[in-house]
């Protein structure tokens, strides 16, 4: 069973940064990459950014250029620095891992809240 654990969620003002980290553990891990999605209340949830196993980021056209998100294989944890945070941020951050077998899994999320 693979289990993710997010921190670094907190309260900021318009401009400031934050980082958010994400560990995964669990027996003979193998994946495909690492992703953050992010819900706002009363809206679905959707995606910000994502690292893959090569490295690769991709990210949502509203944070790029604010956000970096990086992986490390050999300690399977992905962070994302956010600089620039806009109240629209706000939002419970969550870590998505996408495994070979082809499951998905999530972390319990991680708040966010800009304050204006």
């Known amino acids: 069973q693979v289990q993710l654990a997010e921190s670094g969620g907190g309260l900021v003002q318009t401009g400031g940064s934050l980082r958010l980290s994400c560990a995964a553990t669990?027996?003979?891990?193998?994946?495909?990459?690492m992703a953050w999605f992010r819900q706002a209340p009363g809206k679905e949830r959707e995606f910000v950014a994502r690292?893959?196993?090569?490295?690769?980021?991709y990210y949502a056209d509203s944070v790029k250029g604010r956000f970096t998100i990086s992986g490390d294989n050999s300690k399977n944890t992905v962070d994302l620095q956010m600089n620039d945070l806009k109240p629209e941020d706000t939002a419970v951050y969550y870590c998505?891992?996408?495994?070979?077998?082809?499951?998905?899994?999530w972390g319990q999320g991680t708040q966010v809240t800009v304050s204006s």
């Open positions: 690292c893959s196993w090569s490295g690769a980021t």
């Open positions: 998505q891992l996408t495994a070979t077998s082809g499951d998905s899994y």
């Open positions: 669990g027996r003979s891990l193998s994946y495909y990459g």
